[in-house]
């Protein structure tokens, strides 16, 4: 019997989370210790990705990730997310998209809002393919600075 990754993800549902997590220190340039509005951002090319810390306790971060394109164009618009980070557990969710609020868990299909059956999950692993996109871009992130940069 093969070993495929379809397979290995089937078994362990958590890893885009555990991935989202170490994906996203990368891009988070405050410390734990930072208060909630500080913002970095980074600029390549015409896009800029804004991190802005939006809640901060003991065990948990909720950031918020903005890509503006920076194009003339009506048609993309910026990709926001919301992730809350749990430190302790190390794995990280996204709790808002695109203003899309509580995602839950599974939705009944067809839906009058057209979400996956499994949207919750589908909005993680965009965001987990958004971030490895990043990943190889030279991002220079500024230097954390308060809400007013």
């Known amino acids: 019997m ?3 990754i379809e397979q ?3 078994r362990a549902p958590m890893w885009v989370y555990e991935k989202n997590y170490r994906l996203l220190l990368r891009w988070l340039p405050f410390g734990r210790e930072a208060l909630p509005g500080q913002r970095a951002e980074a600029v390549h090319g015409t896009d800029r990705v804004t991190v802005r810390l939006v809640e901060n ?3 948990t971060q909720v950031v918020e990730l903005r890509h503006d394109f920076g194009t003339a164009s009506s048609f993309l618009q910026a ?3 919301h992730v809350r980070l749990y430190h302790d557990a190390r794995v990280a969710e996204v709790i808002r998209y695109q203003d899309q609020r ?3 868990g599974r939705y ?3 839906n009058a809002r ?3 059956p ?3 999950r589908q909005t993680n692993l965009l965001l987990h393919d958004w971030l490895d996109l990043l990943r190889p871009m030279s991002f220079d992130i500024d230097e954390a600075c308060p809400q007013a940069c």
Do not use: C, G, I, Q
């Open 108 to 110: 009944a299909y067809p």
């Open 114 to 116: 057209m979400f996956h």
């Open 118 to 120: 499994d949207e919750k």
């Open 57 to 59: 306790s003991p065990y």
């Open 8 to 10: 290995h993800r089937r």
């Open 2 to 4: 093969s070993h495929t």
């Open 102 to 104: 509580r995602l839950r």
């Open 79 to 81: 990709v926001e997310f």
